[in-house]
């Protein structure tokens, strides 16, 4: 198993610009998540999923946009990149064992953006 | 709303030290704690967790006691190793949603770094 897998690695864009972050993981895990992670600061949530079909927001959701076509892919659009932006995401997955339980997330190795 | 506050870093210790790194929540109802581990270029992973009052969760040497009457959920390690470098992420999941989902609110992690 690959676990989470995020493309790319690195990357800069100018202001304005628009990219797309991937996200895969082969665990078949129905929930996804995406995050980021600001200098200093703990991951905060932008995204999620439950499923093929179900986005909901998170806590920081302006700017962004997601799909979930499939259960293994979760791609994180940004239309309109802005400085405030920059930071690391954080693709992440888990398989809930049920209503007021948990499984843990299983995290990717993060995809560094800076917007310049 | 939830919140997780953690022991400010960074933290720089000798080997064969004894470790502590502070972290206190807020919640509402019953939720689930965790320590998650980054190590440099990687992204997070589960170190340990505790989902009930004075559950104890633990791995690698390190363990954490879920305090519901302190609300605090410290880590600590008797003896540290250089491998344990990396930054230490204090959490908490949410049981609140309606589908069951378990999001996790983090704190704004702790670097740990080990000399020789």
């Known amino acids: 198993n690959a676990g989470v897998t995020q493309t790319p690695k690195f990357r800069i864009l100018k202001i304005g610009q628009s990219m797309t972050l991937q996200c895969t993981q082969d665990m078949n895990h129905n929930y996804m998540y995406w995050y980021r992670q600001d200098p200093g600061m703990g991951l905060k949530l932008i995204y999620y999923s439950v499923g093929a079909g179900i986005t909901d927001k998170g806590e920081v959701p302006n700017g962004y946009n997601v799909s979930r076509s499939t259960t293994e892919d979760f791609p994180l659009r940004l239309e309109l990149a802005a400085p405030s932006q920059t930071s690391v995401y954080f693709c992440a997955s888990s398989y809930p064992l049920g209503w007021g339980t948990y499984n843990e997330q299983f995290f990717g190795p993060g995809t560094r953006l800076t917007v310049l | 709303g939830n919140s997780v506050t953690q022991m400010e870093g960074p933290v720089t210790l000798s080997e064969e030290a004894f470790l502590t790194i502070n972290c206190t929540y807020t919640?509402?109802?019953?939720?689930?704690l965790f320590w998650y581990v980054q190590y440099p270029g990687e992204g997070l992973q589960l170190l340990l967790k505790a989902t009930k009052a004075d559950d104890k969760g633990s791995n690698k040497g390190f363990e954490a006691t879920y305090r519901k009457e302190t609300t605090s959920f410290h880590l600590e390690k008797g003896s540290v190793q250089v491998s344990d470098s990396a930054v230490y992420f204090c959490a908490l999941s949410d049981r609140g949603s309606n589908f069951g989902n378990e999001k996790l609110t983090f704190g704004t992690g702790t670097r740990l770094t080990i000399i020789p």
């Open positions: 919640a509402t109802g019953y939720p689930s």
